[in-house]
């Protein structure tokens, strides 16, 4: 199988996706990128290079550089969904999503139960997040918890090239609002990716590897770092499970509290603030479930509850890592009722 | 004066949607009293001559976003009558099954695609639908209803832009009853509203709301340019909005002496039948006519609406996902 970005992996998708309905489109801005220069066409394919080449195999009206005016270009994507369009936007960063909730909280994510079940709002809303490009504040977030918290919204976030594909063509095809989030610094990592389309079902929870002493669960970026964690703690003698949920809405709860059982002992990783977030609300659902068979409290690790910071080594030390991952394994482990 | 070159039938329409509008929220206003209706309403009486001078253009596969002052626009366009008061009533025969109420009735099957409970909500949304137009080449129009309340909003400002950069099929039918709320616009309106859609380089007319002739007149206009692949038009409809800004407003910010004379002068059905009739276009008796049914037809939703059943508990948690 070839090795392929995640990047050139998403790049597929949207292609795959476009020639097979026409009803597909991409707006966003620059996702043609200086195509309206003199002489330029497909300048940037979006800010992150994701859509290069699509202008060109399916022309301006498909593929639509929009003003720099979140409320009007998503909501209109809304109203396009609702309509017969699949439109696909692109958010530079999921940041800029703060100028446009309304449209998302209050239009996509409640057409279908507040007109009784009669409307389909196929929507798709790429957006890069996370920390590590020393972007700080405003262009770092991780807000994956905001979104899954609000129902009528799907939430997907890949942590592989494999994923990103499969998943992005699932989110396609789905007839629900997806907000979909690529971690910006994952874009140049590869992986195995097939040529040609296939998808990944959301809800189901990828299993990265298995051991019998604690389970990781991990979202995102961060699934790298409990990997290398796993790989670390292995050494020591101590097995882990590592679990990729691969989507927080719907969230693979079955897969988790088995997990949980099978093992007794649980890290969730989480690159979002902790106060009502992921690891907070996994951390609920396994105390909920599985609480007879926890040997250990449940850790939990976590961006602090602060904003990013812009200094490398504050920057740094925001964002959880194979290290501090694999010390709440040891101390899970070695956790004793007194 | 050209609207009075409608046929008679489409004259008789006109005027049937009108008084079938106010009718409805006389009824609505009145039934609120009771304490059966659950929520909150916030009623168009007094805009009738807006919402039919608009949509009486529209096809069903053109589409409409409306705003919390709905339920004029939704019958304009088609909605049914019964569906619309079951749902305000919050039974299972509503045509949002009971989940949307007032402030967001919608039936997509007939263009509409939801009243708003947001201010502001509807320009992006008509603008997707215009979007999906242009790009099936449908030569559908979309009409985004906002006030002088939602005039304010950033969505709108943003949606006039888009729809002008990228030509689409799309009206701002701005309904200016001078309130946002309780605030009058004289307080938070700057300038003139036709200025900003000038500003754009987009077409633009000011009309009297009170006057279905010319409303009809300008938003005919409006959407034949649409059709033609012209771009978005900006209407500024004065209108007079003769309840309150919800059911429960004392609307005390107007002298009593004000509301009056707005009833009195300002009254969009007594200003057709004046107008038909100075024509020999329409006679009382047909008029007269129309209102009877009219009433029985609303009387007879409401009778359904309060019989119809709750829906079902088991409805709270359906719907929220195609599938999940």
Redesign the interface.
Same mark, same amino acid.
């Given at each position: 199988m070839a090795q392929k970005s995640f990047r050139q992996a998403l790049n597929e998708a949207l292609n795959h996706e476009m020639r097979r309905d026409p009803?597909v489109?991409v707006l966003g801005e620059d996702v043609a990128g200086g195509s309206g220069a003199s002489g330029q066409k497909d300048a940037w394919g979006g800010a992150f290079g994701v859509t290069k080449g699509l202008l060109g195999a399916y022309g301006p009206?498909?593929v639509?550089d929009?003003?720099i005016?979140e409320?009007?270009?998503?909501?209109?994507?809304?109203?396009?969904?609702?309509?017969?369009?699949r439109?696909v936007v692109e958010i530079m960063f999921v940041d800029f999503l703060g100028v446009c909730f +309304?449209?998302i909280f209050?239009?996509a994510a409640?057409?279908?139960?507040?007109?009784?079940?009669?409307?389909?709002t196929p929507l798709v809303i790429r957006a890069t997040y996370g920390a590590g490009t020393r972007s700080a504040s405003q262009h770092s977030q991780a807000l994956y918890p905001i979104f899954t918290h609000v129902?009528?919204l799907?939430v997907v976030i890949p942590s592989s090239p494999y994923d990103a594909k499969g998943l992005l063509i699932q989110a396609i095809r789905?007839? +629900?609002p997806v907000i979909f989030l690529e971690n910006k610094v994952l874009y140049d990592t590869v992986g195995e990716v097939p040529d040609g389309a296939y998808t990944v079902p959301f809800?189901e929870a990828h299993i990265v590897r298995e051991g019998g002493d604690a389970t990781i669960v991990a979202i995102g970026r961060m699934v790298h770092f409990a990997r290398e964690a796993a790989e670390t703690l292995a050494a020591e003698g101590i097995d882990c499970t590592v679990l990729d949920p691969r989507t927080t809405s719907?969230l693979d709860e079955d897969t988790i509290i088995e997990m949980t059982e099978e093992t007794g002992r649980v890290v969730i990783v989480d690159e979002a603030n902790p106060r009502c977030g992921m690891a907070a609300d996994i951390s609920s659902i396994i105390a909920e479930n599985a609480f007879g068979a926890l040997k250990a409290p449940i850790m939990k690790v976590t961006a602090p509850h602060t904003p990013v910071p812009y200094a490398p080594n504050l920057e740094a030390a925001y964002i959880p890592d194979a290290k501090r991952i694999a010390d709440a394994v040891r101390k899970a482990v070695a956790f004793q009722r007194s | 004066m050209t609207g009075l070159q409608l046929s008679r039938e489409q004259l008789l329409k006109a005027y049937r949607l009108m008084r079938m509008i106010r009718v409805f929220e006389d009824r609505v206003s009145a039934e609120m009293a009771s304490g059966d209706i659950p929520g909150n309403t916030h009623l168009y009486a007094g805009q009738e001559a807006s919402a039919v001078g608009i949509c009486l253009h529209l096809r069903e596969s053109d =589409?409409i $976003?409306s705003t919390h002052r709905g339920h004029g626009h939704c019958i304009a366009k088609g909605c049914d009558v019964d569906g619309m008061m079951a749902e305000i009533f919050g039974k299972e025969t509503? @045509?949002? =099954?009971?989940?949307?109420g007032s402030m967001?009735i $919608?039936?997509? *099957?007939k263009g509409m695609? /939801?009243a &708003? /409970?947001?201010v502001? /909500?509807a320009?992006?949304? $008509?603008?997707? $639908?215009a979007?999906?137009?242009? @790009?099936?080449g449908r030569n559908d129009v *979309?009409v985004a209803f906002t006030g002088d309340g939602g005039i304010n909003q950033?969505?709108t400002a943003? *949606?006039m &832009?888009?729809a002008q950069?990228?030509k689409l099929p799309v009206i701002f039918a701005v309904e200016d009853n001078g309130f946002g709320e309780a605030t009058a616009s004289s307080f938070v309106v700057a300038g003139e509203i036709t200025k900003r859609a000038e500003a754009l380089g987009m077409a633009f007319a000011k009309v009297d709301g009170v006057d279905f002739f010319a409303v009809h007149e300008a938003a005919g206009e409006a959407v034949e340019r649409a059709r033609r692949g012209e771009g978005p038009t900006l209407l500024h409809i004065e209108t007079p909005r003769y309840y309150g800004h919800f059911s429960g407003d004392p609307d005390n910010y107007r002298t009593a002496e004000e509301k009056a004379a707005m009833r009195r002068d300002r009254d969009c059905l007594v200003r057709f039948r004046r107008r038909v009739d100075e024509a020999k276009l329409l006679g009382s008796d047909e008029l007269d006519k129309v209102d009877a049914e009219v009433q029985a037809a609303i009387d007879h939703a409401v009778k359904a609406a309060r019989a119809a059943a709750q829906p079902a508990l088991s409805t709270l948690t359906?719907?929220?996902?195609?599938?999940?």
């Amino acid at each position: 199988m070839a090795q392929k970005s995640f990047r050139q992996a998403l790049n597929e998708a949207l292609n795959h996706e476009m020639r097979r309905d026409p009803n597909v489109i991409v707006l966003g801005e620059d996702v043609a990128g200086g195509s309206g220069a003199s002489g330029q066409k497909d300048a940037w394919g979006g800010a992150f290079g994701v859509t290069k080449g699509l202008l060109g195999a399916y022309g301006p009206a498909r593929v639509r550089d929009t003003p720099i005016s979140e409320s009007a270009f998503v909501g209109a994507a809304a109203g396009a969904a609702m309509t017969g369009l699949r439109p696909v936007v692109e958010i530079m960063f999921v940041d800029f999503l703060g100028v446009c909730f +309304d449209q998302i909280f209050n239009q996509a994510a409640k057409f279908r139960y507040m007109f009784g079940g009669k409307a389909v709002t196929p929507l798709v809303i790429r957006a890069t997040y996370g920390a590590g490009t020393r972007s700080a504040s405003q262009h770092s977030q991780a807000l994956y918890p905001i979104f899954t918290h609000v129902p009528g919204l799907k939430v997907v976030i890949p942590s592989s090239p494999y994923d990103a594909k499969g998943l992005l063509i699932q989110a396609i095809r789905d007839n +629900d609002p997806v907000i979909f989030l690529e971690n910006k610094v994952l874009y140049d990592t590869v992986g195995e990716v097939p040529d040609g389309a296939y998808t990944v079902p959301f809800g189901e929870a990828h299993i990265v590897r298995e051991g019998g002493d604690a389970t990781i669960v991990a979202i995102g970026r961060m699934v790298h770092f409990a990997r290398e964690a796993a790989e670390t703690l292995a050494a020591e003698g101590i097995d882990c499970t590592v679990l990729d949920p691969r989507t927080t809405s719907p969230l693979d709860e079955d897969t988790i509290i088995e997990m949980t059982e099978e093992t007794g002992r649980v890290v969730i990783v989480d690159e979002a603030n902790p106060r009502c977030g992921m690891a907070a609300d996994i951390s609920s659902i396994i105390a909920e479930n599985a609480f007879g068979a926890l040997k250990a409290p449940i850790m939990k690790v976590t961006a602090p509850h602060t904003p990013v910071p812009y200094a490398p080594n504050l920057e740094a030390a925001y964002i959880p890592d194979a290290k501090r991952i694999a010390d709440a394994v040891r101390k899970a482990v070695a956790f004793q009722r007194s | 004066m050209t609207g009075l070159q409608l046929s008679r039938e489409q004259l008789l329409k006109a005027y049937r949607l009108m008084r079938m509008i106010r009718v409805f929220e006389d009824r609505v206003s009145a039934e609120m009293a009771s304490g059966d209706i659950p929520g909150n309403t916030h009623l168009y009486a007094g805009q009738e001559a807006s919402a039919v001078g608009i949509c009486l253009h529209l096809r069903e596969s053109d =589409r409409i $976003a409306s705003t919390h002052r709905g339920h004029g626009h939704c019958i304009a366009k088609g909605c049914d009558v019964d569906g619309m008061m079951a749902e305000i009533f919050g039974k299972e025969t509503g @045509i949002c =099954r009971g989940k949307g109420g007032s402030m967001h009735i $919608a039936d997509l *099957s007939k263009g509409m695609l /939801g009243a &708003n /409970g947001i201010v502001g /909500g509807a320009p992006p949304i $008509a603008c997707g $639908a215009a979007l999906t137009s242009q @790009i099936l080449g449908r030569n559908d129009v *979309s009409v985004a209803f906002t006030g002088d309340g939602g005039i304010n909003q950033g969505t709108t400002a943003e *949606s006039m &832009n888009l729809a002008q950069v990228w030509k689409l099929p799309v009206i701002f039918a701005v309904e200016d009853n001078g309130f946002g709320e309780a605030t009058a616009s004289s307080f938070v309106v700057a300038g003139e509203i036709t200025k900003r859609a000038e500003a754009l380089g987009m077409a633009f007319a000011k009309v009297d709301g009170v006057d279905f002739f010319a409303v009809h007149e300008a938003a005919g206009e409006a959407v034949e340019r649409a059709r033609r692949g012209e771009g978005p038009t900006l209407l500024h409809i004065e209108t007079p909005r003769y309840y309150g800004h919800f059911s429960g407003d004392p609307d005390n910010y107007r002298t009593a002496e004000e509301k009056a004379a707005m009833r009195r002068d300002r009254d969009c059905l007594v200003r057709f039948r004046r107008r038909v009739d100075e024509a020999k276009l329409l006679g009382s008796d047909e008029l007269d006519k129309v209102d009877a049914e009219v009433q029985a037809a609303i009387d007879h939703a409401v009778k359904a609406a309060r019989a119809a059943a709750q829906p079902a508990l088991s409805t709270l948690t359906t719907d929220v996902y195609v599938r999940y």
